[in-house]
């Protein structure tokens, strides 16, 4: 097949608002910056304030500090050395708790911590105070009527030192809570479970409801013949597919697009990464496409369910390894990886059919396979806990947990072939007779209930 080299991705106008979103949240300069900015119009609302009370037009009220330009230079050269040295407190518990983060949960948890709201908030905070009094001090200046002393804003200075200081008790609870492994694993979690939610969803249709043209699977068949080849700009993991945007994309080139890649696929330069048919319609849809998908260094959520899971899982084998030997976090991460397949109903489809508002097939995209998703949860989890009964049981227990919310035929014996791995290494691992009629017990009652549980019929099972 034809062959055709995308445009580099280029930063900013082709970025989609809700990755831009994301993006900006993802670090510790946004939120600190903007209250920058509001100090800085704050400051501008008080002096004018100020030079208004100075030339006779305006009374402050009593509750306004008053003082002589000396006394102004002391008190807000103190609130600025206290301010800037607390900002540098904060900053290097940042820096231990990520880490502490990055040694303990793992490398990929450091965005978690660092789009933490609570960090930038007081980060923000604290250096919104430190310019504001800053421009304060250098406000105070000889005037015709005497030194001009900005009391307002002075005032307004000592207000800010209490919110900082509010802050900074608030900032110490909030680390310590945020760095506690079960806080740690429920956020991993929640986000989770938002990612699944969200990719569950129906496939974008006809306006009416309505199937028009080729099916899916005659264009797939076409494509393999008669397609063209779009590939990729620059080596990274696809981090974002905007299927509206795609849409759109196929739409004006009367094309098809099939994008055999899913988010968290790492691409390879000149690999290829999607095919277009009819082969003609190819030039206009990589010169486009760019508009429709991100590709970076480095996975996430926000259409990766995999990565939210492997998150789970690297916290999990780290705890059971020899080097930490915490079996009880491992358990906790079971636990949630549970809730978490629950989550998956059969509106999860590998294979997502995206048609425009016509009801034509514009755009072919996947998604995790269920059992792909199953034995990220599970197998390495297995593997780490060898000899261990108290995981492997807990594993059992969180596989009879999703088999109960699994309607799907083909879904349960795939949940079952993962209870039987599990007892294999329990033979095979576990010497103590009592440990492995434990592990039995616990299978049993999972084979009981994989056999009395219905067994629906129709597209369920062909899940």
Avoid at 147 to 174: E, G
Avoid at 223 to 236: H, I, L
Avoid at 304 to 332: M, W
Wanted: proline share 5%; aromatic share 6%; glycine share 6%.
């Amino acid at each position: 097949m034809p062959g055709i080299l995308l445009p580099r991705l280029q930063s900013g106008g082709h970025h989609l608002a809700d990755w831009r979103r994301e993006a900006l949240r993802t670090n510790l300069w946004v939120v600190p910056a903007l209250e920058a900015l509001v100090a800085v119009a704050l400051c501008a609302g008080t002096v004018w304030l100020d030079r208004l009370a100075y030339d006779g037009r305006l009374t402050l009220p009593t509750w306004v500090l008053s003082g002589s330009a000396d006394g102004a230079r002391q008190v807000l050269t103190t609130i600025a050395a206290a301010v800037i040295t607390v900002v540098g407190l904060v900053f290097s518990i940042t820096i231990v708790a990520l880490t502490l983060a990055s040694t303990q949960f793992g490398p990929r948890m450091l965005r978690n911590f660092i789009r933490d709201r609570g960090t930038q908030l007081t980060l923000g905070t604290f250096v919104a105070t430190f310019l504001y009094t800053v421009l304060v001090l250098v406000a105070v200046s000889p005037g015709p009527h005497g030194d001009f002393v900005p009391h307002l804003s002075i005032t307004v200075s000592l207000a800010l030192t209490v919110v900082d200081l509010a802050m900074l008790i608030y900032f110490i609870n909030h680390i310590a809570r945020t760095i506690q492994l079960p806080q740690v694993i429920a956020a991993v979690a929640a986000d989770l479970a938002h990612a699944i939610e969200a990719q569950g969803g129906a496939d974008a249709c006809a306006a009416d409801g309505r199937e028009r043209g080729l099916s899916s699977a005659e264009l797939l068949s076409r494509m393999e013949t008669t397609g063209a080849v779009v590939r990729t700009p620059a080596s990274g993991y696809l981090q974002y597919l905007r299927h509206d945007r795609l849409i759109g994309i196929a739409r004006e080139a009367d094309a098809v697009i099939h994008i055999p890649y899913r988010p968290g696929h790492f691409l390879v330069q000149g690999h290829p990464l999607a095919v277009v048919w009819p082969a003609e319609a190819a030039p206009h849809v990589a010169a486009n496409l760019g508009r429709g998908q991100v590709t970076g260094p480095y996975r996430t959520l926000t259409q990766d369910v995999s990565f939210g899971i492997d998150q789970l899982v690297e916290i999990a084998i780290r705890a059971l390894s020899p080097a930490v030997n915490d079996t009880f976090t491992a358990l906790t991460c079971i636990d949630w990886l549970s809730d978490c397949l629950c989550r998956i109903t059969t509106g999860w489809h590998p294979r997502r059919i995206h048609r425009d508002r016509d009801g034509y097939v514009r755009v072919v995209a996947y998604q995790a396979d269920y059992d792909r998703l199953v034995q990220r949860a599970f197998e390495k989890i297995r593997q780490a806990g060898v000899g261990m009964p108290a995981v492997m049981i807990r594993q059992l227990e969180a596989l009879e947990k999703v088999m109960e919310r699994t309607a799907s035929l083909e879904r349960r014996k795939i949940l079952l072939e993962q209870a039987e791995l599990i007892v294999n290494s329990c033979v095979a691992s576990v010497p103590e007779k009592a440990d492995q009629e434990d592990v039995q017990r616990r299978f049993r009652a999972l084979q009981a209930m994989h056999d009395g549980l219905p067994h629906p019929r129709g597209a369920a099972d062909r899940m």
